[in-house]
Antibody
């Protein structure tokens, strides 16, 4: 059973870069059985998928955030990361890391989630 | 980008009722349509994947159907623990979520 845990700064100033890390346990980040992703939720609002990465490095990013988002994998630490550049107050949200199985039927269905980490952007 | 529209945005029903939530996609998403439940302060939980498949130990009171652009989630015999937000998600192209439906128990 996979377990995911986010870590990050908590508070940022506008125009700074947000870096979040998700540590995976119970499975390998290099497994071809999973994709690794990020989903965020502004306070009191709904879910927004941000991006997903596969162990090959193939990355998929939501259209509104392309140009500001990159993802990466650190195989030595069994972690994957999100970087969001030039943050504004609109990026204030709880950020979740999550995983979904590879394969057609369960494509995109996030079945393991971290507990979430709150990120506030404020001057 | 495929847009997902859920309705209603909220509903209130009694214990034992049957409730239905609908999700409409702006274009066909095939069978890449999933449903989640989220309770306040917790991470979302996968309920149903690929339109109609119950995830893990999810109660059989939950069922779902649909195809192409129109999908429904039904909760039968509504229970107090079903009080939550429900989200649909398409994963046909780059993924998007519906705006959510708040289910309250009267």
């Amino acid at each position: 059973q996979l377990q995911l845990q986010e870590s990050g700064p908590g508070l940022l100033k506008p125009s700074e870069a947000l870096s979040l890390t998700c540590t995976v346990s119970g499975g390998s980040i290099t497994s071809d059985s999973y994709y690794w992703g990020w989903v965020r939720q502004p306070p009191g609002k709904g879910l927004e998928w941000i991006a997903t990465i596969y162990y090959t490095g193939a990355t998929y990013i939501t259209v509104p955030l392309r140009g500001r988002v990159t993802m990466s994998i650190d195989t030595s630490k069994n972690q994957f990361s999100l970087r969001l550049n030039y943050v504004t107050a609109a990026d204030t949200a709880t950020y979740y890391c999550a995983s979904h199985p590879s394969g057609d039927v369960r494509r995109g269905a996030f079945d393991f989630w971290g507990q979430g980490t709150m990120v506030t952007v404020s001057s | 980008e495929i847009q997902m529209t859920q309705s209603p945005s909220s509903l209130s029903a009694s214990v034992g009722d049957r409730v239905t939530i609908t999700c409409r996609a702006s274009q066909s998403v095939g069978t890449s349509l999933h449903w989640y439940l989220q309770k306040p302060g917790t991470a979302p939980k996968l309920l149903i994947y690929a339109v109609s498949n119950l995830q893990g130990e999810i109660s059989s009171r939950f069922s779902a159907t649909g195809s192409g652009t129109d999908f429904t989630l039904t909760i039968s015999n509504l229970q107090p623990e079903d009080s939550a937000y429900y989200y649909c998600q398409q994963a046909y192209g780059t993924s998007t979520f519906g705006q959510g439906t708040k289910v309250e128990i009267k």
